[in-house]
């Protein structure tokens, strides 16, 4: 590393100044459309601040897909969904890997990259998925289905990881399960990923009744509603959203697929079915398209804010700690994923 490995910095609080504006001004330009005027200066100068000390600390800003436009497009010096994250954090040559999303997350960063600090910036970064499972439940699951192998959807802890066979994201949920070459699955913990799982596949599908509290809030009604309202609307939708939901959309996918369906089809009008923060952050790729909500907040992801990530990377906190034994068996079912979708990204 190179400098103050260990070290909480006494720096003073970040402030905007002449020199902040000039640094950030380019970031400020791409940003007008989503970020209001009046909130500029203070991101400002939490951007400029975090962008020095991570190269103070030899540290990156690994960003999910649902992080804040000023998070997005500001600091993080990589982004994606779930699992183009847990390749790029196996992959980095940084000593620090502060995640910008949650704790699940950061703990799949530090499983793939376990020598490196992996910091969260919040431990209130929770998800509502991994918090509906725990290790006993995989285990109890396992003596009623004795044979079936576990495939477990990486929204989970570490100790549940720990339990599975083989892990999954909602990139490639369909091409693990198929990748197994049986007939039944246990498929953990989100019912209606497992449902959709279970749509494109012969193999059956033992579901456990986990919900994602963001997507489960959509209805297909309101899709019809909206269509009916916007002509020609794309819907776009993430297989977190219930079935009926996903009945009405033109395509569903992972939050990068879904993102690639925007700028491949550009759409005159499209909705995201998913969390708020990512219309926001599309548009401003994309400003010829238009963006239709509603969406729904990630009150777990909204714990990540710029001055969240500067602390993290000010005081070193909150940095993941893995039970070794624990980890061995995780990183099993994650490294096993990733060797089946090695050569996919969608
Ligand atoms: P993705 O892997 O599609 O980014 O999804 C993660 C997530 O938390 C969706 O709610
Ligand atoms: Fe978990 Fe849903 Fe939030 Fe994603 S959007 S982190 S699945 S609660």
Redesign the pocket.
């Known amino acids: 590393m190179t400098m103050n490995a260990s070290a909480i910095l006494d720096l003073p609080e970040p402030t905007f100044s002449p020199a902040v504006a000039r640094a950030t001004e380019p970031i400020r330009q791409r940003l007008e459309g989503v970020v209001p005027a009046i909130e500029w200066p203070v991101h400002a100068a939490y951007i400029e601040a975090i962008n020095r000390l991570k190269r103070e600390r030899n540290a990156i800003v690994l960003g999910?897909?649902?992080m804040t436009p000023e998070i997005f497009h500001g600091v993080a010096d990589l982004v994606?969904?779930?699992?183009s994250?847990a390749r790029m954090a196996a992959e980095t040559e940084a000593d620090v890997i502060v995640l910008a999303?949650?704790h699940f997350?950061a703990e799949t960063a530090k499983l793939m990259n376990p020598s490196k600090t992996v910091l969260i910036p919040d431990l209130g970064a929770g998800?509502s998925?991994s918090e509906s499972i725990t290790a006993e439940d995989v285990r109890r699951l396992r003596q009623q289905h004795p044979g079936v192998p576990v495939v477990t959807y990486?929204?989970t802890s570490a100790e549940v990881k720990a339990e599975t066979d083989v892990c999954c994201?909602?990139?490639n949920a369909v091409q693990v399960v198929e990748s197994l070459g049986v007939d039944r699955v246990i498929f953990l913990p989100d019912a209606y990923l497992g449902r959709y799982v279970a749509s494109k596949t012969s193999v059956e599908v033992i579901l456990w009744d986990g919900t994602?509290i963001?997507?489960e809030r959509f209805t297909g009604a309101e899709m019809r509603g909206l269509r009916a309202s916007h002509p020609g609307l794309a819907i776009v939708a993430?297989?977190?959203c219930p079935p009926d939901v996903l009945a009405e959309a033109d395509f569903v996918?992972?939050?990068?697929?879904?993102i690639r369906f925007v700028g491949d089809t550009r759409p005159n009008q499209v909705m995201l079915v998913?969390?708020c923060s990512m219309s926001d952050n599309v548009a401003v790729e994309y400003p010829d398209v238009e963006f239709i909500r509603p969406c729904n907040l990630?009150p777990y992801?909204k714990k990540i804010t710029l001055p969240a990530i500067y602390e993290s990377l000010r005081t070193l906190q909150h940095p993941i700690e893995i039970d070794a034994a624990v980890a061995q068996r995780a990183r099993r079912a994650v490294e096993r994923m990733l060797e089946v979708g090695r050569d996919r990204n969608n």
């Open positions: 999910h897909n649902y994606g969904d779930s699992l994250l999303g949650v997350m998800c998925l990486v929204n994201t909602s990139a994602c963001v997507h993430h297989p977190e996918g992972s939050t990068s697929g879904m998913t969390e990630c992801m």
